[in-house]
Antibody
Framework: QITLKESGPTLVKPTQTLTLTCTFS??????????VAWIRQPPGKAPEWLAL???????RYSPSLQHRLTITPDLSKSQVILTVTNVDPVDTATYYC????????????WGPGTLVTVSS | DIQMTQSPSSVSASVGDRVTITCRAS??????LAWYQQKPGKAPKLLIY???TLQSGVPSRFSGSRSGTEFTLTINSLQPEDFATYFC?????????FGQGTRVEIK
């Protein structure tokens, strides 16, 4: 059974760095064709795709946010970490991690999400 | 970036109705499209991938189709548990953008 769960701060101040952790189980991240993605969703808005790390270490980022995002796998802990630098109130959102299937690029398993508020 | 234009933004329907939601890609994406259902306070749930392939466990009343750059999600015989918001997502090129969503409401 594949599960993912996000964790991190619920409140961060503007200009700070946000670090989120996705802890997963039920699959081997070193298996060919798999990846873990991060997506966020501001309240009342559509999801926004942020970043993806593949089983082979290849990383992909949203071009508009690439300069602020870093995605890092920690295979020893079955975790994928996302850092967002220089946060702003517009970064307030529910952040999700999801299992990415390379064969069809779908997001077939999602974590429950974690709401992050950026405010002073 | 590939933009996904989803319509309508909301639809009111009754149990038993057929509902159709459309997503248009700003450029060709072949069949690299997925549909998700989201209920309040929950994560999106994958319904359909590769434009028309039903995810395991999803009821057969959900179906997807493609005509060029236009994609359609059809819900036949709407059930009470289907009232939710639906999103399309292109999976052809980074960033894998989502549509704006369609809220299916009870009439």
């Amino acid at each position: 059974q594949i599960t993912l769960k996000e964790s991190g701060p619920t409140l961060v101040k503007p200009t700070q760095t946000l670090t989120l952790t996705c802890t997963f189980s039920g699959f081997s991240f070193t298996s060919s064709g798999l990846g873990v993605a991060w997506i966020r969703q501001p309240p009342g808005k559509a999801p926004e795709w942020l970043a993806l790390v593949y089983w082979d270490g290849l990383k992909r980022y949203s071009p508009s946010l690439q300069h602020r995002l870093t995605i890092t796998p920690d295979l020893s802990k079955s975790q994928v970490i996302l850092t967002v630098t220089n946060v702003d109130p517009v970064d307030t959102a529910t952040y999700y991690c999801a299992h990415h299937s390379e064969s069809d690029s779908s997001l077939d398993y999602w974590g429950p999400g974690t709401l992050v508020t950026v405010s002073s | 970036d590939i933009q996904m234009t989803q319509s309508p933004s909301s639809v009111s329907a009754s149990v038993g109705d057929r509902v159709t939601i459309t997503c248009r890609a700003s450029q060709g994406i072949s069949t690299w499209l997925a549909w998700y259902q989201q209920k309040p306070g929950k994560a999106p749930k994958l319904l359909i991938y590769a434009a028309s392939t039903l995810q395991s466990g999803v009821p057969s009343r959900f179906s997807g189709s493609r005509s060029g750059t236009e994609f359609t999600l059809t819900i036949n015989s709407l059930q009470p548990e289907d009232f939710a918001t639906y999103f399309c997502q292109q999976a052809n090129s980074i960033p894998y953008n989502f549509g704006q969503g369609t809220r299916v409401e009870i009439k």
